[in-house]
């Protein structure tokens, strides 16, 4: 027990929820709500959440040199001696190459668009951009939009403009989302030296960033009003959560405290998750 409760945080399972529904809402979409393949989805679960909980293990062993520095990840399992890094390692790699071989099962696919969610987020992000770039939280962004179109192509073989724009409002949230949580953690992101934009150029021009990445992702959202099955339940969640989400980033804008960042932060988890079950529940009521 107490070496699982010592494993458990390598997997950021917050993360594998997140990126779970996102998949798995994709994948109801597909089949408009009445295409209820079971095991697939099944598989498609078991799949998505070993990629990214193994995704979640080699970051932390990629991020063991920077995590003992900064206070927020200092008790981290391998700065607190908990875990060997080879463990988080060998864990990782396991994960993500079981990942590939379920998903293999759906079809050909899905097991890409898995392994390019594992390879942004632990090669192009963690391992190059994470130290190299003010940009890097924005390419890497993209490791969570690839869970869209695993989840799509779990069910359908045709392309769409549907999981294209869920996979958008993906990559465009996710910088307001870490951002946000680099504001609230300035000092820890200075202390490591890391190029996060607002240790770059500052809380006032980082929230003007942040405000226009939550316009835009506000807007792809409001596109697929037009172009999706989508009917009264998600019109309704997407003005309410549309509206919180634009306030919530004026605040910001306005004030660019630690305190307004990390409430930003939580809203913009509620309202990427609020989003993406409005989409699924609006599509199998529909």
Request: charged fraction near 10%; include cysteine; glycine fraction near 8%.
């Amino acid at each position: 027990m107490q070496v699982l409760k010592a494993v458990v945080p390598l997997f950021k399972l917050r993360t594998v929820a997140l990126l779970v529904v996102v998949a798995l809402v994709s994948a109801i979409a597909a089949g408009l709500g009445k295409s209820w393949d079971i095991p697939s989805l099944a598989i498609l679960t078991i799949a998505g959440a070993l990629a990214c909980a193994g995704s979640g293990a080699l970051n932390h062993y990629l991020d063991r040199d920077i995590d003992p520095i900064q206070v927020r990840t200092s008790r981290r399992p391998l700065p607190a001696g908990q875990v060997r890094p080879e463990v988080a390692m060998l864990l990782g790699i396991s994960m993500i190459a079981l990942s590939l071989g379920l998903s293999w099962q759906l079809n050909r696919i899905v097991p890409l668009f898995i392994g390019l969610g594992a390879l942004t987020y632990v090669v192009i992000y963690t391992c190059w951009l994470k130290r190299r770039s003010t940009q890097n939280i924005v390419i890497g962004g993209l490791a969570g939009s690839w869970a869209a179109m695993a989840g799509w192509f779990t069910i359908s073989h045709e392309i769409s403009p549907f999981p294209i724009l869920l996979a958008m409002i993906v990559f465009l949230w996710t910088p307001v989302h870490f951002w946000s949580f680099a504001l609230a953690h300035l000092p820890d992101y200075k202390r490591s030296a890391l190029p996060m934009l607002p240790v770059k150029v500052g809380e006032k021009k980082a929230a003007q960033q942040i405000f226009i990445y939550a316009g835009l992702s506000v807007v792809v959202s409001g596109v697929l009003l037009f172009v999706g099955p989508l009917r009264a339940i998600y019109q309704v969640s997407w003005l309410i959560l549309s509206g919180l989400f634009i306030v919530s980033n004026l605040r910001l804008l306005k004030q660019s405290s630690s305190g307004r960042a990390w409430s930003n932060f939580k809203l913009s988890g509620i309202y990427l998750l609020g989003l993406f079950v409005a989409i699924g529940v609006d599509i199998v009521l529909r």
